[in-house]
């Protein structure tokens, strides 16, 4: 899957509706840059229904998973940089 700058992205095979939808702000060979809206986890955990990192395992090419290079508290809004091979990240 690939998305334009500024594109809001659907990630296919998903159970339930991301809150807002994600917008894809960069991308180049290295990073992804994506709007994380607030009230969305980054990370899964305890009481975690849906989280980025679960959004960006869809979004990944088989083989070659997304890694997460920061995370943002998940009342806050704001970019989120992952790393599409370890030496980027």
């Known amino acids: 899957m690939h998305a334009a700058i ?4 659907k990630l296919p095979g998903y159970k339930a509706p991301v809150m807002a939808p994600l917008t894809l702000l960069h991308e180049d060979a290295s990073l992804l840059g994506f709007d994380k809206p607030a009230g969305l986890a980054v990370q899964g955990g305890s009481g975690v229904e ?36 370890a030496g980027a990240a």
């Open 6 to 9: 500024g594109e809001r992205v």
């Open 50 to 85: 849906e989280s980025l990192e679960d959004l960006l395992k869809a979004y990944a090419r088989p083989g070659k998973p997304l890694k997460l290079v920061h995370r943002l508290d998940r009342e806050t809004s704001g970019v989120v940089l992952v790393a599409k091979h």
